[in-house]
């Protein structure tokens, strides 16, 4: 069943009308973002010799990380999930001694959120291994991709940003 507002409103288009230039060239990047995140995720998780952390728990993990003493209340805000559910993924990531949650000296109800030691060894041979794989698909292509795809990647971070613009 489709959405109530499908059809409706400025962004409305007739059936069988093509989509404008940059909406269909989105649509195809988009697209392709995703098959290279699931080739990576995939490839990785198959020559990496732990266990892999579901994607919620490595999400949070990667933030906690690039963020030493979040709460939990801004990872929640950060990675767009209810606050209940990052408190679940603490719990988990915390028991598998990955992250640290310590109560804060000025607000006793507030924890801050630390990577473990171990956490970071981890995330270090996760990134590393990735970019190994990455890299070797990388130098097998033409140096023509090879420096389009270097070439795109400010453009693509710019991308995110206007995304997450209202």
Known sequence: MAPADAGSGPQARPPGQRPPAAQAAAAELLGAISIIR?????????????????????ELLRLAAGRPGITV???AQELHLAPNTVSTLVGRLTAAGLLDRVRDETDGRMALLTV???????IAEFRDLRAELAGRALARLPAEDQRALAAAAPALLRLAEQMEEP
Request: glycine residues 0%; hydrophobic residues 25%.
């Open 116 to 122: 473990t030691d171990k956490a970071r060894r981890r």
């Open 38 to 58: 699931r080739t990576v995720r995939r490839t990785t998780r198959q020559a990496w010799r732990q266990e892999p952390l579901p994607p919620a728990q490595s």
């Open 73 to 75: 209340a801004d990872a």
